[in-house]
Nanobody
């Protein structure tokens, strides 16, 4: 089983930036894709950004042009650079991974809280 540890969250003013990091550990044989998700109070968890082992990225429309996902395949880490943050970006952010393109997402970690407020 793979475990995820997220870090880098905090309180930031609107328009500010944060960089989230995530380290995957455990029974890792291969990782096809890594992604960042978020869950705001009273809302379902949503996919924010994903990056494959080939470097292909996809973003939710709400964060395109503001967020950037990157990955270190050797270290099994993934980062999310978040710029021009808005109050609606406030949520708990989680990372996750898929072993192959046919697998679902794994178990969830504790996440890291991001709060955008003046």
């Amino acid at each position: 089983q793979v475990q995820f540890v997220e870090s880098g969250g905090g309180l930031v003013q609107p328009g500010g930036s944060l960089r989230l990091s995530c380290a995957a550990s455990g029974s890792i044989f291969s990782i096809y894709a890594m992604g960042w998700f978020r869950q705001a109070p009273g809302k379902q968890r949503e996919l924010v950004a994903v990056i494959t082992d080939g470097g292909t990225t996809n973003y939710a429309d709400s964060v395109k042009g503001r967020f950037s996902i990157s990955r270190d395949i050797i270290k099994n880490t993934v980062s999310l650079q978040m710029n021009s943050l808005k109050p609606e970006d406030t949520a708990v952010y989680y990372c996750n991974a898929r072993g192959t393109r046919f697998d679902g997402w794994g178990s969830w970690g504790q996440g890291t809280q991001v709060t955008v407020s003046s």
